[in-house]
């Protein structure tokens, strides 16, 4: 239902009987305006800064049209004007824009807020979980821990819940557009969101619960398909060095009792040595060198129940096969000279597919059907999409700051197309680290990208928590990341501890997959000693026991939008405390996860919120409050709800 009031000179709209807009003279609710911005890409990096910018305020505003359900008013000042359409769609509160002059490409629109307001989403945050008091920037970028700022992400969202601490009421807010854009979220009385166009569209929706609010939000944005049945049923080992090592090592596994669901060979169609480390050719068909005969060898392994999974990403190298084809086609983006445009990631240039031109992804989807489904690989890594530079050439003729945003969506949606193409979606794994509005539902599982080997709150592995969670409340239900994380530089190396204490996370996550990282000599892997070995296979052990309840709570995300891995504020709304717990997580609504991420620690202190609680590897219960609890490696802290109706199967894993 929406709702004004006005007089000369101020209005206020509401919508289910909340205040989202006011209009004053020194406050209106929309400016527009015109600016130019230099963009300065340098590797993974984007400086984005305003050259020129003018800004417009539309101080008057006149009403032309208004109902319970629609409300048409017309915002201007001396020389610009804005028509907006407020509308209740599906109990939603759609607005949409019309504005008659060409030049205008900014857009500022300000939302009511309260001090009582806590911000969750804008996409895959690793360094903030609640928003409110920061500027968020929305832009898909490579958010390597090398160079990563504090709201670098794989990806962004234009979209964020806001929940009332105080009234226990949640809105959602979506923002339709792939443009660069700003989420201020750091004045008391209002939330400025700023974008580099006006927008298609912006959707608010406000319900009676959270839980009622994040369904219809995902809803808009969309689930994730569910993954094969087989990723239940053990880890997924990441290993690299050819046919005799892969052998070995799912052997080494083996005698361990570790149950491996697959092998993940990023290094299927070859390697290259550069000064990051250990890197990987990219010409997407097998390396008959490294992996002889790999169709036979992938038969052999899946007589074993065990699948070899590879990997893809949205580069050629320029030595490759594939690159001499799709430059001759005309297949890969442009520079201003109409040559095809050389990206550096680490220290070479690649070709960039350009996926704005249909004979590009027709002949992208021959090459996964052939050289990838076609000989046997039983799924995949679908890594970058967020290196398109703002100033290529694009075969549609779209603008490339433009479609910057919107990359990582199509990328990833080629690979969903494919394999309903060839009815493989029941079988075959695919695993993405970018994405953008509406991709969700083209990725089974999102993966957290290049993690710090460390305990770095920021950029190591607790920072996938807060990641996971931000995802959740934007619709995103199945996260996975690299159990020890990957990158490795300077004094940042992997040990024992680190690659321990995130198997317990993971063993509390939808995916187990290891990663041996960008330097593998140097980081702990899963097999450097039997103390290892014998941990990861408890873990994984755990995480296959829990099978029926990770399908069950499957089942909640496909068809209610709630997340695996949730804030406890979902659950527990009327706790002050949740609100700012960045380091734990609910999985599913019956298990606390409360990991240990510093090391060298026994103790580690966990929130419970008010419910009755036991301790898995104890049995002892807990209430209400905070507790110091003993966590020896192998006992991470973990409760489940005394009420759960999985108690059984819960009181089972201490025996792992």
């Not at 990641?467 to 159990?483: E, P, Q, R």
């Not at 504020?569 to 996860?593: A, S």
């Not at 609680?613 to 110091?628: A, L, N, P, Q, T």
């Amino acid at each position: 239902m929406l709702k004004i009031k006005e007089d000369k000179e101020e209005i206020e709209i509401y919508y289910n009987e909340q205040l989202f807009f006011k209009q004053t003279p020194s406050r209106p609710i929309f400016s527009i305006g015109i600016g130019k911005t230099k963009f300065k890409m340098s590797h993974n990096q984007f400086k984005i800064r305003e050259k020129f910018l003018k800004q417009y305020k539309l101080t008057h505003f006149e009403l032309i049209s208004q109902s319970s359900k629609e409300i048409d008013i017309l915002f201007h000042n001396q020389n610009f004007s804005l028509y907006v359409n407020f509308s209740i769609r599906n109990n939603e509160l759609l607005i949409t824009f019309h504005c008659e002059d060409v030049r205008i490409n900014r857009f500022w629109i300000n939302l009511v807020s309260s001090v009582d307001e806590a911000i969750y989403g804008c996409g895959e945050q690793f360094s903030v979980l609640n928003l409110r008091n920061h500027k968020v920037p929305i832009w898909v970028i490579d958010s390597t821990p090398v160079t990563k700022g504090k709201f670098d992400t794989y990806f962004p969202l234009p979209s964020f819940m806001s929940l009332n601490k105080k009234k226990i009421e949640s809105y959602f807010f979506h923002l339709e557009s792939s443009t660069y854009s700003l989420f201020d979220f750091t004045d008391g009385n209002f939330h400025q969101l700023y974008s580099y166009e006006i927008p298609s569209r912006v959707v608010i929706g406000k319900f009676d619960s959270y839980l009622e609010t994040l369904r219809n939000f995902s809803d808009l944005l969309g689930r994730q398909p569910r993954f094969p049945d087989w990723v239940y049923d053990g880890i997924i080992i990441g290993i690299q060095g050819g046919n005799q090592v892969v052998k070995e090592k799912i052997n080494i596994a083996k005698k361990s009792n570790i149950n491996v669901a697959a092998v993940w060979c990023q290094d299927w169609q070859g390697i290259r040595m550069t000064s990051f480390g250990q890197q990987l050719f990219w010409d997407w068909k097998y390396d008959n060198d490294r992996y002889p005969e790999l169709p036979e060898f992938i038969r052999t392994l899946e007589e074993e129940n065990v699948k070899f999974l590879g990997y893809i990403n949205s580069h050629l190298a320029l030595e490759g096969d594939l690159y001499k084809e799709a430059g001759k086609k005309g297949y890969c983006i442009k520079n201003i000279e109409d040559e095809d445009y050389g990206v550096v990631t680490t220290d070479f240039p690649s070709a960039i597919l350009d996926l704005t031109n249909p004979e590009c992804v027709d002949w992208l989807k021959t090459i996964i059907k052939e050289n990838m489904i076609g000989v046997g690989l039983g799924g995949w890594m679908v890594d970058y999409g967020e290196y398109l530079p703002t100033d290529a050439i694009l075969h549609s003729g779209i603008n490339a700051e433009t479609f910057h945003n919107a990359y990582p969506t199509i990328w990833s949606r080629i690979f969903y197309e494919t394999l309903e193409e060839e009815n493989l979606q029941n079988d075959l794994l695919c695993f993405h680290r970018s994405n953008y509005i509406y991709g969700a539902k083209y990725s089974m599982v999102q993966f957290s990208g290049d993690q710090l080997v460390d305990w770095n709150k920021e950029m190591g592995i607790p920072s996938i928590i807060p990641a996971a969670i931000s995802l959740g409340v934007c619709g995103v239900g199945n996260y996975s990341f690299d159990i020890g994380g990957y990158t490795t530089f300077a004094d940042f190396k992997r040990t024992k501890e680190m690659f321990m204490r995130s198997a317990e996370i993971s063993a509390f996550s939808m995916v187990m997959r290891t990663h041996e990282g960008n330097k593998p000599k140097e980081n702990w892997q899963y097999d450097s000693d039997q103390e290892t070995l014998d941990h990861l296979s408890k873990m994984v052990n755990i995480h296959v026991k829990l099978k029926p309840y990770l399908k069950d709570i499957e089942e909640q995300y496909i068809t209610e939008g709630k997340p695996t891995i949730r804030g406890l504020f979902l659950h527990y709304p009327e706790d002050l405390e949740v609100y700012e717990l960045k380091f734990q997580y609910l999985f599913g609504r019956d298990i606390l996860v409360a990991p240990v991420i510093e090391p060298n620690k026994q103790e580690w202190r966990v929130y419970l919120p008010k419910e009755k609680w036991v301790h898995m590897w104890s049995g002892k219960s807990y209430e209400k409050g905070w507790h110091i609890i003993s966590t020896p490696l192998g006992e991470p802290p973990i409760f489940y709800r005394k009420e759960s109706k999985y108690k059984r199967l819960f009181e089972s894993l201490k025996e792992q």
